[in-house]
């Protein structure tokens, strides 16, 4: 028999939630994805890096005459960038002093006082920030960061002296250093190495080998990037309370802990006397005769541990401070007598105490080797359920589940010795086991099981030609289930969903929840919901902000000035789009700022881009703006090396009247018009053969007599 209970070298927490079935993006636009953002995936590195150029620059433009260290700014924004919510804007005081006083003190590879301007840097940064409009409207206040900065600041240069603080990789450059040695050059890095391996280098033993042992549990490695979460929608409390009323949890514990009193006898072995457990069964209802693993079957039982709803429901009580034993007896807990009233609290007590193997209900005697996997890694399994389950738009076939699960069984177990009988058997058996553990969750009021016809996203990744999302065998399985018509689904309640967003946002990952941008400032709102809202939660979020800030006429004059004063004409033309396309009769509005001073370039943009602008409607001015306003968007999102590569193409007398006339055309972006004009100058070697304007003709120029062929 195969050690199926020996885990693998990695752990099970290293591997990727359940693997995916196209989870919709947070994004909401194709054209979004061009804009000047705060948010990457990790493997959109070319955005990436052109982004963090770009606000290096900028920040650098604004600070003036502030002595600006570019590496400084970097290590911050790759510090946001590779973590486990990759919101580059998002900064709390928590952040600060782990960026300060544990991730700069690991990673960088510097003395104390080449890193002096780190903490200013970040600051500098920071301020940066709030004051364009990226910072992320969830962070904490500048006023509380800055705070944080001059704290951590004043430890900053112990914390980066002290070789304890390093990692592994500095640990050996900064004694290569030391030794006088650039770890640069190869050659001598790898004569330092050989001195090393032959004990010719001092270097204090103990403190690698705290190092080495702290990389061994944490790691020096970045952090896992998390599975970004679309936003939800919840109800009131007074909505969620009243639905916790109902569930059958609060009732059970609440009649136990009212059983239990002043207290219940137990048996030596600390278990309810059989009698007693007899009694409760019969008042929490939680019996069934035919299947123990369903209920609890009372009929011929020897031990109250041989009735595992009853047993696991006490161990909950315990878990959440509701009842515990004093002298061999099993009594209310007096002080938490508040938490048994508040219906909202107790399920939310209970549910935070989960996942546990108690969950996993087992029968009595003999039972297969299997049934021991699923609740020896449920604290991994069933977390990673839930987040799945978490803001999905449609309720999710549980068979996709089970193979995800069984998936991941695969990765946590030694399985590869079964063969193909035994591991079908096993499969199955686990899958039982899983399916009983959705339904004791949904009678916990965590999820609701239904029935009905699968959304037709859930067999789209399934086609024999697409991405081997699931091994051939499972995909087989589940293209006949999914295709056969009524299959079993299952949804998060909202109840759930507030516990699972909060268990989130402790982790450090961003769980959007509609509402919470009420008070946030207009080029925050704007940002995120370009960011990471949906359409619709998008239309919600706005219509809640514009409740708050005295209506739509005065809200929309608030939000068009975050607009104009935006320095990213990218990220300006993203967040006018989406608040066009979240108000009422968007379009009319839209014409209504073609003139506008600020944002008529972008306007154009955008009517031009949907049809509703033919561009033989544009004057002569607007034609010429058009073209400097896709100029100056290549170099927001390409860097000034694509404008240069766009460069290529035009003669030279050519190129230098359509560079002239751009930079003299009147576009109000000064910032993107003066960078445009130092590349300008550096190259006037002409334009790309495929240039970034994109189908927009020319204007006429009646300056020079003829309109000019494109």
Known sequence: ????????????????????????????????????????????????????????????????????????????????????????????????????????????????????????????????????????????????????????????????????????????????????????????????????????????????????????LAGDSRPERAMAQLPVSLPPDAELAAAAEQTPVVTWLRTLVEWAGNGRALTPTGNLKLADARELVTLLDTGDELDPRIGDRTYRTQSSADLPVLASLVELAKKIRVVRVIKGKLVRVEKNARLLREGLALWTAAFDALPSSDLVRRGRGWVPEYTFMLGSIIDEVLPDVLNTLYSFPEPIPVVRLEESVWLSFGEAFYLDELDETTETAWREGVLADLRRLFTTLADFGAVKLTTGDPDPIFGADLGRDGPDVFPPDAADRLRSTLSAGAVDLMTLTPLAARAVRTRLVEAGRHAPLVGELSNAEPAGLLGALTEHYTPETAEAELAGWLDTHGGLERGLSLLLDAIRNCPFRSRAGATLDVLTQAIPDGSTFLRGLRQDRQLGPIVVQILVGNGELAVEELSDEERLCAMAEQFILLLEVGGPDAIADALAAIPPDEARSLTAELLACGHPDEPGIAELREIFTKRRSGLATVHPLAGMPRPSRKVRGKRKSR
């Open 1 to 216: 028999m195969p050690a199926f209970r020996r885990f693998k070298d990695q752990p099970y927490s290293d591997y990727p939630e359940l693997p995916s079935f196209g989870t919709p993006s947070a994004t909401c636009s194709e054209d979004r994805e061009t804009a000047m953002r705060t948010y990457f995936e990790l493997e959109d590195t070319d955005a990436f890096e052109a982004a963090k150029a770009l606000l290096i620059r900028r920040c650098a433009a604004w600070a003036e005459h502030e002595d600006v260290d570019p590496v400084a700014l970097e290590a911050a924004l790759e510090f946001r960038h590779y973590s486990v919510d990759g919101r580059l804007g998002y900064w709390t005081t928590g952040l600060v002093e782990e960026f300060l006083l544990s991730h700069t003190p690991r990673t960088l590879s510097a003395t104390p006082e080449d890193s002096a301007h780190v903490p200013e840097g970040l600051r500098l940064l920071l301020r940066y920030l709030h004051a364009t409009g990226l910072a992320d409207p969830t962070g904490d206040p500048l006023a509380g960061l800055e705070a944080a900065v001059t704290k951590a600041g004043a430890e900053f240069a112990a914390a980066m002296a002290d070789e304890r603080n390093f990692g592994v990789s500095k640990f050996w450059v900064m004694n290569a250093f030391r030794h006088g040695i650039d770890p640069a050059d190869e050659t001598a890095m790898e004569s330092f190495v050989n001195e090393v391996r032959e004990g010719r280098v001092d270097y204090d033993d103990e403190v690698l080998s705290e190092i080495a042992a702290r990389h061994v």
